[in-house]
């Protein structure tokens, strides 16, 4: 009970919304990003480091020797071996360094915010991109329908000019005619039915979804009211200032202008201080005897030092400068870039509220051309099973009456497509519209 609970519950229908929830989770791109936002994490803890507390290193090593040297008394020489070993702690911390540990404070803060845009922005294109697909599978499992219910009716209505045939009401021509129309109904579904099983692949692929595991899709989906046109210079105020594609180039732009300000310091010099303690004993394996104790030697040849040191740069082939003049440069290319994507956005936003109203109106067009050439086609529908037209007249009614079910139910999709861009410039996510 409980394996088949679990594969209904797998099998449950999935939402425009569920879709777009799973795209996210199971995304690579939002996995890097993640990972992204780690390595920023560490890089802003290590810059807090660098900037407030020292780097301390101990050491310790161990030297032997044993050779023949002259006794000053006897004038003899005798063999003497000595084992020695010494002990280090060394610390030292930047006191000025023109600023650059505070400046990579400030860059880390920056990073982890343009982290979050990014990846803010990553997952704004996978919904997009799945609405899309769910919108193209929905599209074409609504047309495989109809031609599937349009080709039960044919086969219904074949088998009853084939039952009239045999009982004398109908004639030959009548049961060809009805047989031709079945089997260009057929041909109308096995096609609809290809496009959907693709369109089926392409949204597993968009949402990263197990090409060979089933993906059971509900495609009731609502489309959501056209955004007014009048606030679209405000939109696209908000949306310069808040889209994340803006907001990572502005952050881009403060680094680099960060990053300048920091090779200008560089000129000044640097301030450093350093502590270091040291000492060191000896031992005499062949006679234990002359050793004095590990404490007293420890005290006997401690050393200890504390200094401050300054560096100041006075030649170095120029290449504080070169440098300084390379990171005005990217100063520079930053602000292009960041205007560039406050033009893009200003752009889109406005492009965006154009589509949607074109989207509305072509909407409101194909409906009204369905519903008629649906109540012309039912028309059409009763003579020829009557046989008071022909198949000719009645399969160009009936392909007008297909074409003018794809243009609505295309329309329709596109129209809930292009408010949801809508709203999103607006400020609304994805995943918060359905």
């Known amino acids: 009970m409980l394996m088949t609970a679990g594969q209904s519950a797998a099998q449950a229908p999935m939402g425009i919304r569920e879709c777009m929830q799973y795209a996210v989770e199971n995304s690579t791109k939002i996995a890097v ?27 310790s090593g161990v030297s032997y020797s044993s050779g023949r040297i002259p006794d000053p008394e006897t004038n003899m020489y005798s063999t003497l071996t000595t084992i020695q070993d010494s002990y280090q702690l060394y610390g030292e911390i930047t006191l000025f360094d023109g600023f650059n540990a505070i400046n990579r404070i400030k860059i880390s803060k920056i990073a982890l915010l343009s982290g979050k845009e990014s990846r803010q922005a990553k997952e704004d294109d996978i919904c997009l991109n799945t609405i899309q697909q769910y ?5 074409y499992s609504q047309m495989s ?42 041909n109308t579904f096995a096609e609809y039915n290809a496009l959907k099983n693709k369109a089926l692949m ?10 060979a595991d089933s993906l059971v899709v509900d495609t009731m989906v609502n489309a959501s009211n056209a955004a007014p046109i009048s606030d679209a210079q405000q939109t696209a105020l908000s ?3 808040n889209n994340s594609n803006t907001v990572i180039a502005k952050n881009n ?3 680099r202008r ?3 300000n920091t090779a200008r310091w560089q000129l000044l010099p640097r301030i450093t201080m350093d502590a270091n303690w040291y000492s060191h004993r000896t031992t005499y394996p062949d006679n234990k005897g002359a050793s004095i104790s590990f404490y007293d030697q420890m005290k006997m040849h401690e050393q200890k030092s504390v ?7 006075i030649y170095g082939r120029l290449g504080k400068f070169s440098n300084i003049s390379r990171k005005k440069s990217d100063y520079r290319i930053a602000s292009y870039e960041y205007d560039e994507r406050c033009r893009e956005i200003e752009n889109a936003v406005y492009s965006a509220y154009d589509d949607a109203e074109s989207a509305e109106k072509s909407l409101q067009a194909a409906q009204k051309a369905a519903t008629l050439n649906q109540k012309y086609y039912e028309a059409a529908q009763l003579k020829f099973d009557l046989g008071t037209i022909s198949y000719i007249d009645f399969n160009e009614v009936y392909n007008k009456y297909l074409e003018s079910q794809a243009k609505y139910y295309n329309a329709l999709y596109v129209y809930m497509i292009k408010n949801a861009v809508v709203e999103y410039y607006r400020g609304t996510p994805y995943l918060e519209q359905f």
């Open 253 to 255: 732009m403060e680094i």
């Open 239 to 241: 949306a310069v200032a």
């Open 258 to 260: 960060i990053e300048l």
């Open 33 to 59: 990003e993640d990972e992204r936002q780690s390595q920023n994490a560490i890089n802003r803890r290590d810059a807090w480091l660098n900037a407030f507390t020292p780097s301390v290193s101990a050491s």
């Open 307 to 313: 200094g401050v040191h300054i560096s100041i740069p």
């Open 145 to 186: 329908a109809l031609a599937e219910r349009q080709l039960n009716n044919a086969s219904l209505a074949l088998q009853k000019a084939r039952r009239e045939y045999e009982l004398g009401s109908k004639s030959q021509q009548d049961v060809l005619e009805k047989e031709v129309f079945e089997a260009n109904a057929e």
């Open 202 to 211: 392409e949204l597993k692929s968009v949402m990263y979804y197990p090409a």
């Open 135 to 139: 919108c193209s599978y929905t599209y």
